[in-house]
């Protein structure tokens, strides 16, 4: 007897419920997969060159960030910086320090201890002293972090190249509501992101309540300094139910599509952005569910804070590998 005939026979709870038994060793299989991947690649698991200089970017992104942060004080980060001068001295007697992850860091260092010794501000001699010493390895020139103003920011590009370099993460937020009309246009625009065979899973939480912003605040991890300054938080989610048990990477894929494709229609709105990772825990995914009533069958997958310009705001320049490196012939 086939599929169709026995869903007509079955009541409907008994026949899903026949589907499960079906389909669980298959779904048993696929976790077991990425099971063993995780266990023998992720980081944690892993401390060769690939997730060591991971792990010095996540370190630099944070310094990074506290550069560029509105209302940035003097003396922050000394742990911080210790860590990196740590990381990178084990880095560089063991990999040396060509790749682009060890110069945006060197980068971000210099400039640190520049923005310091500007202001007359004193570090702590170990951190100057450690900074100092690692300079040497440097070889790019400028700063990781630059002042800009709102006009140049949104300047018209003459093509696509120029309005995607123009884009960046942008953590300044004015105290201006941003029009409703133009983030519905950026998200009717992000709705040209492809999906799989057009499914059409991704789904848009727009947060604006003081209680939705401050839950989001609370249970995301990267917002500190800025989160409570935007003016919406986005909530990018895809629909499970699109999907069949081996594609469960596909709700991500699909929706991590569409927000670059949001990341670029806010930005062609005049709207400035940030993304930030949705990556939370059972205890908060439940809350986050709950508090903000998402569909349980919706899988969080960004968050995106939202504002309009300030007059003048300073942007992290994130530098990118070299094309060659992350490029394979086969």
Not at 84 to 95: D, F, G
Not at 97 to 112: D, G, H, I, R, W
Not at 234 to 247: K, P, R
Request: aromatic share 10%; proline share 4%.
């Amino acid at each position: 007897m086939n599929t169709r005939n026995l869903k007509r026979l079955l009541p409907q709870s008994v026949f899903l419920w026949a589907k499960r038994i079906i389909f669980a060793p298959k779904t048993n299989k696929e976790m077991r997969y990425h099971r063993k991947k995780v266990l023998h690649f992720s980081s944690p698991f892993n401390y060769g060159e690939n997730s060591t200089l991971s792990d010095l970017m996540i370190t630099s992104h944070v310094l990074e960030k506290g550069i560029t942060m509105p209302g940035r004080r003097l003396g922050f980060g000394y742990e911080r910086v210790r860590d990196i001068l740590n990381k990178c001295n084990n880095i560089i007697s063991t990999w040396g320090a060509e790749s682009v992850f060890m110069q945006a860091t060197l980068l971000n260092l210099k400039q640190y201890l520049d923005i310091h010794e500007e202001a007359e501000y004193e570090l702590p001699k170990d951190i100057v002293d450690g900074i100092k010493g690692v300079l040497p390895y440097l070889k790019e020139t400028g700063e990781n972090c630059y002042t800009t103003t709102k006009e140049s920011y949104f300047a018209p590009a003459k093509d696509f190249a120029a309005f995607a370099h123009s884009r960046h993460s942008i953590r300044w937020f004015a105290e201006t509501p941003v029009d409703d009309k133009k983030l519905m246009a950026a998200i009717q625009l992000a709705q040209t992101a492809p999906s799989a065979c057009n499914r059409q899973g991704t789904r848009v939480k727009i947060i604006s309540s003081k209680e939705g912003k401050e839950l989001c605040c609370r249970l995301q991890n990267g917002n500190r300094g800025f989160g409570d300054k935007a003016d919406k938080w986005l909530l990018v989610t895809s629909e499970l139910g699109h999907w069949a048990t081996i594609n469960l990477h596909a709700p991500y894929v699909d929706g991590g599509i569409f927000t670059m494709n949001l990341l670029y229609a806010l930005h062609y709105y005049g709207i400035v952005a940030c993304t930030l990772n949705a990556h939370l825990d059972e205890k908060k995914r439940e809350e986050l569910h709950r508090v903000l009533s998402i569909p349980e069958s919706e899988l969080p997958v960004a968050f995106i804070v939202i504002g309009n310009p300030v007059d003048t705001f300073m942007v992290p320049k994130s530098q990118r590998m070299k094309v060659e490196d992350i490029v394979q012939i086969i």
